[in-house]
């Protein structure tokens, strides 16, 4: 049963536009969500993050929106680059464990130059 | 500035043969997981470790074995190789503060024949 949903598998965008890439969960004890980008040939690299206690985060040209009641969050990039394109993955954590992370299917995005 | 290492990049296995997935970290964390990805899907948890002597079961553990012996190392085993085995594995580190991202290695390909 997937608790993290990227139902988008693909994106595309042009060069200098905004790219919003969106995530849905559905375990309502998740309370640290993540951004991971991944290149071909290797791990996903860490993006930015937030809290549940925020409804917003920004770290650049990139901005995570969390939408509780909706249970909803959203990557946003601005201005989009051809070096964004990648697969980039939601992750959530209700920090049990060792504060586990459960992870979406992810999103392709490709940037056209 | 290695991070998390990961051996071998690639592997081929036969269907019943065994084999140890190294993954070394040298940021002294005491949080370390491994998991699989399918093409497709999202990262899914096969094993997670607390701290030296501590492990525990993800989301899909069976036909895996792990051992934590050091801070640093975090081995998975496959005893039995099946064709459903087949996909790329990560290992990944975090420190045990809330709100903390993970940390990946560039994975190992393993597929069974």
């Known amino acids: 049963d997937q608790q993290v949903k990227q139902n988008s598998p693909s994106l595309s965008v042009q060069e200098g536009r905004i790219s919003i890439l969106n995530c849905d969960y559905t375990?309502?004890?998740?309370?640290?969500f993540l951004w991971y980008k991944k290149y071909p040939a290797e791990g996903p690299t860490f993006l930015i993050s937030?809290?549940?206690?925020?409804d917003k985060n920004e770290d650049g040209r990139f901005t995570v929106f969390l939408n509780k009641s909706a249970k909803h969050l959203s990557l946003h990039i601005v201005p989009s680059q051809p070096g964004d394109s990648a697969v980039y993955f939601c992750?959530?954590?209700?920090?049990?464990?060792?504060?586990?992370?459960?992870f979406g299917t992810g999103t392709r995005l490709t940037v056209i130059p | 500035n290695a991070g998390v290492t990961q051996t071998p990049k690639f592997r081929i296995l036969k269907i019943g043969q065994s084999m140890t997935l190294q993954c070394a970290q040298d940021?002294?964390?005491?949080?370390m997981y491994w998991y699989r990805q399918d093409p497709g899907m999202g990262l899914k948890l096969i094993y997670y470790?607390?701290?030296?002597?501590?492990?525990d079961k993800g989301e899909v553990p069976n036909g895996y074995n792990v051992s934590r012996s050091t801070t640093e190392d975090f081995p998975l085993r496959l005893e039995l190789a099946a064709p459903s085995q087949t996909s790329v594995y990560f290992c990944?580190?975090?420190?045990?503060?809330?709100?903390?991202?993970?940390?990946f290695g560039d994975g190992t390909r393993l597929s069974i024949l």
């Open positions: 990944a580190s975090s420190s045990t503060y809330s709100n903390q991202p993970q940390h």
């Open positions: 375990n309502s004890m998740f309370d640290y």
């Open positions: 937030i809290s549940s206690i925020k």
């Open positions: 992750a959530a954590s209700d920090q049990t464990g060792a504060n586990n992370l459960f």
């Open positions: 940021m002294n964390h005491n949080y």
């Open positions: 470790s607390v701290g030296a002597g501590i492990t």
